[in-house]
């Protein structure tokens, strides 16, 4: 039976693409974007761009009332205290990179960071290259069959050494939600600070951030239907306490002479330079459009698409998925078929998934794989959108195999 996508007329993009014949299957990699972001651009860039907390001007003044109500939307969304908890970056990467910086100071030899096997590489190199620095021990919690972080072993794992535990919500290969509630707790009992890597959570669901207990919460913007070049680090008030800034320029000092200076604190402290001021703009527009939508459809949507997707995956002979995901994606091999091979003949017959390691090359490598295919789904996505990927793989197979 047809399941339309009520909300496929707000992204102008997908009606672009089917002229071009293409069907969007790779939104976790990025989204395309609501007209109200569109809109939200054009009036900025229309009615006057201009620096934002520096100028006493008109432009000046709207610009900033614009890019701070933006912070607000985003403490809203996220259920953050106080949106001084909201630090502007330029992606959840550059999120996580300020945190290796800025916590650098607080570790010492012998210390440990722990991290779990699936993360992607932006919440893995960053700890690495601070446990190189630093002469810690980077302490990797294992993954079971299922695609969860194996809670037994994790709980063994972090102990009184662990001064820091950097976890994804939702996996980007494997569609699973891991298990935060046991693991951030536990961590937090050992005294080890917490980061949850939300790039892909954040986009399914409100996730609240003082429930969930975490001291960090980065996501990138582009991933949840916003502008590229904008990230949120959300951070605990006394976890953001302990960060020392990491860039320097303009906007994030306080006084400064020739040989010293000293700096605003969290979240223009950590805010050096112009802000992408239009993303952020956008983002808060952004995020205006998601909440006027029914979430309970939205997530019902979702899920019905999803497993549409495993079912017509899981008939297919020789087929194997990664995991058992749960939400959104989907990731796959074909035994005897190499990957790109696959997606060669979906991208020749127009259907736009990604292949290949998914940036978590240590995960694809520990399941004995190069690359896996991976379909992903948003709310734009209708069952024709699946019907074209399965058409199109069955044909693809059919000269492979
Ligand atoms: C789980 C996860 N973390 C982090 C990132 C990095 O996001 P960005 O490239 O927008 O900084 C991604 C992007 O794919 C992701 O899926």
């Not at 006493?56 to 953050?80: C, I, M, Y």
């Not at 290969?173 to 890597?197: E, F, K, N, S, Y």
């Not at 000293?262 to 992408?276: C, D, V, Y």
């Not at 127009?350 to 490598?365: E, N, Q, S, T, Y």
Request: charged fraction near 15%; hydrophobic fraction near 45%.
């Amino acid at each position: 039976m047809f399941q339309p996508s009520p909300w496929r007329a707000d992204f102008p993009a997908i009606a672009a693409l089917e002229r071009q014949h293409q069907t969007y299957l790779d939104s976790a990699a990025t989204t395309q974007k609501p007209q109200a972001l569109l809109d939200a651009l054009s009036h900025y860039y229309g009615h006057g761009a201009a620096n934002v907390h520096r100028a006493q001007h008109l432009p000046g003044a709207l610009a900033t009332q614009a890019f701070e109500a933006s912070r607000d939307k985003v403490a809203a969304w996220l259920n953050a205290a106080d949106s001084h908890q909201v630090i502007f970056t330029h992606g959840a990467t550059s999120a996580l990179n300020l945190l290796a910086y800025g916590l650098e100071h607080g570790f010492n030899e012998g210390d440990e960071i722990a991290i779990s096997a699936l993360e992607h590489h932006a919440n893995l190199l960053p700890w690495q290259q601070l446990a190189r620095r630093r002469n810690l021990r980077l302490v990797i919690l294992p993954v079971n069959e299922q695609g969860f972080i194996d809670l037994n072993q994790a709980l063994q794992l972090i102990g009184p050494r662990t001064r820091l535990l950097a976890v994804s919500q939702l996996s980007n290969v494997l569609g699973t939600w891991q298990p935060l509630p046991a693991l951030l707790a536990h961590a937090r009992a050992q005294g080890a600070l917490t980061v949850v890597d939300g790039a892909q959570g954040v986009v399914h669901g409100r996730h609240d951030v003082q429930q969930l207990g975490c001291d960090f919460y980065v996501f990138s913007s582009h991933k949840l239907y916003g502008p590229e070049g904008v990230g949120v680090l959300y951070g605990r008030k006394q976890a953001l306490e302990q960060l020392l800034h990491w860039q320097f320029g303009g906007e994030m000092v306080q006084l400064a002479d020739y040989h010293a200076a000293s700096f605003r604190p969290a979240p223009l402290g950590f805010e050096a330079g112009t802000p992408p001021i239009a993303g952020v703009i956008g983002l808060g527009a952004t995020l205006d459009y998601l909440a006027s939508l029914d979430a309970l459809a939205v997530e019902r949507h979702e899920a019905s698409l999803h497993q549409h997707l495993l079912r017509g995956l899981a008939d297919r002979d020789g087929l194997r998925i990664l995991g058992t995901p749960q939400t959104a994606l989907v990731s796959f091999v074909v035994d005897g078929v190499h990957n790109a091979d696959i997606a060669h003949l979906l991208t020749e017959q127009g259907i736009a998934v990604r292949a290949g390691h998914h940036c978590a090359m240590p995960l694809l490598k520990g399941l004995g794989l190069e690359g896996a295919i991976r379909v992903s789904l948003a709310v734009y996505n209708d069952s024709d959108d699946l019907q074209r990927f399965f058409d199109a793989l069955d044909q693809g197979l059919e000269l492979l195999r």
